[in-house]
């Protein structure tokens, strides 16, 4: 169980964590001062806050290398001038970093800083150990490392929630209002300083002596052992009978799978790696005969894997995050054969591959960003190819026919560019594009462009099982309701046969929503058919877009006793059934 320190021994070990490692606790503390003055800048004042979010990438990186350097300067009792230069270095490294950013962070930017953080924190786990043989060491490490975090957490969600609730009495009672946001300002004091230092706290002085340490915590064996080992079967299960549906049924597997292997696989590594001081025990056997049998068992999933990231690169390209399963699939076949095969099991290679893979990917013409970007902008010049639609300056010309998933799939490949600020890579495609540099504004133009060239054929024999359309992303995003002359204005959110009712008014959708039908009373008084629209909408814009005009989902109905005028905001359907979210207006 964990041992809950006393105040008086929280105090100390604190004042010993500053004193030991000052530079980090220093980093820890600007990155808190950082984070709410971040908080507190609106983000109007834009400049200011893209470089506030640059500088906290910084700091947050600053920590775990710092952290690497200093532990590694005790185990290897490094003298005071070595230390202050492996500071200096790490310092120059991340002032470079800090250029190598966009001034206004792009996706690609935070996905760097993930793999950077993803890598320093890896770093921290095996650096002290790194030319020692001293494997059960480095479990003790980590093990001690892990309980910590725990046992931070708990302490500083304990404070959190007491201070939260504190904050909010004197709210209630005395009616104060805070000139600041106080519940995130204190959440950043807590969990990135407060917490910071509790984790610190407890990291071990003496790590040439781990080694030394037999005595393993009977709650993690317990945890593992009856909980995570149970839980790992059960998936384990789950996964070998999709495997057997899609040998009976003979096709190739769903891409979502990747995920469920990845995470089942890592899970099942992490379980075998608490256990690990207890493999060679006489009286816990079953713990090497599981490990061997979980690592066979894995090398089919892994083969299940590489399936389904391999469907869903075929047909849809690489992007960041398959490159990333497709990365994390060869590790795992890597590391399992190295686990079976291996008569050393020397388990700092988990960490220590992954930290260096997490690093290497995030950078050179090899990067996840990199590739992505010329996956996606080959398969956008594939598929215009495809239908002729590229003139000699390899340029958007004509008009041609397409089915409706290579239309969407040219659409969500200028979705793709759009959304991580990197439109500029398709505009060697379209001629005479808006001269404004804005991404959003470009990817409009490029999308309008494609819909001016491109229609939606249809398949014989197969029909769109999905449609879904809104107005919400339209370039036209400022729509003018025209309500004069109405006197209500009636919200409404349908699904299926789903009726609603107000003041002796409904509306009754049919056909599980084909048509939409306007009852006064029992009277029928106006009805639509909305099928036929999206029908229309699916010519134009494929499957799905979120950019549909919004005049083209107005419906209106007069006569000499009413006037109406439905207009919808969005609507989808799934399979036979259709939805819908919109206003009526009624005079």
Same mark, same amino acid.
Not at 122 to 128: E, K, W, Y
Not at 163 to 183: M, N, S
């Given at each position: 169980?964990?041992?809950l320190p006393s105040v008086q021994n929280l105090t100390s070990a604190?004042?010993?964590?500053?004193?030991?490692?000052?530079?980090?606790?220093?980093?820890?503390?600007?990155?808190?001062?950082?984070?709410?003055?971040?908080?507190?800048?609106?983000?109007?004042?834009?400049?200011?806050?893209?470089?506030?979010?640059? @500088?906290?990438?910084?700091?947050?990186?600053?920590?775990?290398?710092?952290?690497?350097?200093?532990? !590694?300067?005790?185990?290897?009792?490094?003298?005071?001038?070595?230390?202050?230069?492996?500071?200096?270095?790490?310092?120059?490294?991340?002032?470079?970093?800090?250029?190598?950013?966009?001034?206004?962070?792009?996706?690609?930017?935070?996905?760097?800083?993930?793999?950077?953080?993803? %890598?320093?924190?890896?770093?921290?786990?095996?650096?002290?150990?790194?030319?020692?043989?001293?494997?059960?060491?480095?479990?003790?490490?980590?093990?001690?490392?892990?309980?910590?975090?725990?046992?931070?957490?708990?302490?500083?969600?304990?404070?959190?929630?007491?201070?939260?609730?504190?904050?909010?009495?004197?709210?209630?009672?005395?009616?104060?209002?805070?000139?600041?946001?106080?519940?995130?300002?204190?959440?950043?004091?807590?969990?990135?300083?407060?917490?910071?230092?509790?984790?610190?706290?407890?990291?071990?002085?003496?790590?040439?002596?781990?080694?030394?340490?037999?005595?393993?915590?009977?709650?993690?064996?317990?945890?593992?052992?009856?909980?995570?080992?149970?839980?790992?079967?059960?998936?384990?299960?789950?996964?070998?009978?999709? %495997?057997?549906?899609?040998?009976?049924?003979?096709r190739l597997p769903e891409g979502g799978v990747a995920y469920l292997?990845?995470?089942?696989?890592?899970?099942?590594?992490?379980?075998?790696?608490?256990?690990?001081?207890?493999?060679?025990?006489?009286?816990? $056997?079953?713990? $090497?005969?599981?490990?061997?049998?979980?690592?066979?068992?894995?090398?089919?999933?892994?083969?299940?894997?590489?399936?389904?990231?391999?469907? $869903?690169?075929?047909?849809?390209?690489?992007?960041?995050?398959?490159?990333?399963?497709?990365?994390?699939?060869?590790?795992?076949?890597?590391?399992?054969?190295?686990?079976?095969?291996?008569?050393?099991?020397?388990?700092?290679?988990?960490?220590?591959?992954?930290?260096?893979?997490?690093?290497?990917?995030?950078?050179?013409?090899?990067?996840?960003?990199?590739?992505? $970007?010329?996956?996606?902008?080959?398969?956008?010049?594939?598929?215009?190819?495809?239908?002729?639609?590229?003139?000699?300056?390899?340029?958007?010309?004509?008009?041609?026919?397409?089915?409706?998933?290579?239309?969407?799939?040219?659409?969500?490949?200028?979705?793709?560019?759009?959304d991580r600020g990197e439109t500029a890579t398709l505009q060697p495609?379209?001629?005479?594009?808006?001269?404004?540099?804005?991404?959003?504004? @470009?990817?409009?133009?490029?999308?309008?462009?494609?819909?001016?060239?491109?229609? !939606?054929?249809?398949?014989?024999?197969?029909?769109?099982?999905?449609?879904?359309?809104?107005?919400?992303?339209?370039?036209?995003?400022?729509?003018?309701?025209?309500?004069?002359?109405?006197?209500?204005?009636?919200?409404?959110?349908?699904?299926?046969?789903?009726?609603?009712?107000?003041?002796?008014?409904?509306?009754?959708?049919?056909?599980?929503?084909?048509?939409?039908?306007?009852?006064?009373?029992?009277?029928?008084?106006?009805?639509?058919?909305?099928?036929?629209?999206?029908?229309?909408?699916?010519?134009?814009?494929?499957?799905?877009?979120?950019?549909?005009?919004?005049?083209?989902?107005?419906?209106?109905?007069?006569?000499?006793?009413?006037? @109406?005028?439905?207009?919808?905001?969005?609507?989808?359907?799934?399979?036979?059934?259709?939805?819908?979210?919109?206003?009526?207006?009624?005079?």
């Open positions: 169980m964990i041992k604190i004042q010993r964590v500053i004193q030991r490692l000052p530079w980090v606790v220093l980093v820890a503390a600007a990155k808190a001062l950082l984070l709410i003055t971040l908080i507190e800048t609106p983000r109007t004042d834009e400049p200011t806050h893209n470089l506030l979010v640059r @500088l906290a990438f910084l700091l947050f990186l600053a920590l775990p290398l710092l952290l690497s350097v200093r532990l !590694v300067a005790e185990r290897r009792r490094w003298s005071q001038a070595v230390q202050l230069g492996a500071v200096v270095a790490v310092v120059v490294l991340l002032i470079g970093y800090f250029f190598t950013m966009n001034e206004t962070p792009i996706q690609r930017d935070y996905y760097r800083f993930g793999l950077f953080m993803v %890598s320093a924190h890896l770093l921290v786990s095996f650096a002290p150990f790194v030319g020692y043989n001293k494997p059960h060491g480095f479990w003790e490490f980590n093990k001690t490392l892990f309980i910590q975090i725990l046992t931070a957490t708990l302490y500083a969600g304990t404070l959190y929630i007491g201070l939260i609730i504190a904050i909010e009495t004197v709210r209630f009672l005395f009616d104060v209002d805070y000139p600041f946001r106080i519940e995130a300002d204190l959440f950043v004091l807590i969990f990135s300083f407060f917490h910071t230092l509790l984790f610190l706290s407890g990291i071990p002085e003496r790590l040439d002596q781990l080694d030394e340490i037999s005595e393993y915590p009977k709650g993690l064996k317990l945890f593992t052992q009856y909980v995570l080992l149970p839980l790992e079967v059960v998936y384990l299960i789950i996964l070998y009978v999709y %495997s057997a549906q899609i040998l009976i049924q003979w292997v990845v995470a089942f696989s890592v899970a099942g590594i992490l379980a075998l790696l608490l256990l690990y001081p207890l493999r060679s025990s006489a009286e816990e $056997r079953w713990i $090497r005969l599981f490990a061997r049998r979980f690592h066979l068992a894995l090398l089919p999933l892994i083969v299940l894997l590489f399936v389904g990231i391999y469907r $869903r690169i075929g047909d849809y390209g690489i992007t960041e995050n398959r490159y990333l399963v497709g990365i994390l699939a060869v590790w795992l076949l890597g590391i399992t054969f190295y686990l079976l095969f291996s008569k050393r099991d020397d388990i700092r290679l988990i960490p220590l591959t992954l930290c260096l893979i997490s690093f290497a990917i995030a950078i050179g013409p090899w990067s996840i960003f990199g590739l992505s $970007r010329q996956s996606q902008a080959n398969r956008f010049r594939d598929l215009l190819a495809k239908y002729q639609l590229l003139n000699n300056q390899q340029q958007l010309e004509g008009r041609a026919a397409v089915p409706p998933g290579d239309y969407d799939h040219l659409q969500s490949i200028v979705r793709y560019f759009r495609f379209f001629a005479q594009l808006p001269t404004r540099n804005n991404p959003t504004t @470009l990817a409009n133009a490029m999308e309008v462009r494609l819909r001016n060239s491109l229609s !939606v054929k249809a398949i014989p024999g197969e029909a769109s099982r999905t449609l879904n359309f809104s107005t919400r992303s339209a370039p036209n995003e400022i729509y003018a309701l025209d309500i004069n002359g109405y006197g209500t204005m009636w919200l409404f959110n349908v699904y299926g046969e789903q009726r609603m009712e107000q003041n002796g008014w409904m509306i009754q959708p049919t056909g599980n929503g084909r048509n939409l039908t306007v009852y006064r009373g029992t009277t029928q008084v106006a009805s639509w058919d909305i099928a036929t629209r999206l029908a229309e909408l699916e010519q134009e814009y494929g499957t799905s877009s979120y950019e549909v005009d919004p005049a083209q989902l107005v419906f209106s109905f007069q006569d000499q006793a009413h006037s @109406l005028r439905l207009v919808l905001r969005s609507a989808a359907r799934n399979g036979d059934t259709y939805s819908y979210e919109g206003i009526l207006l009624r005079k």
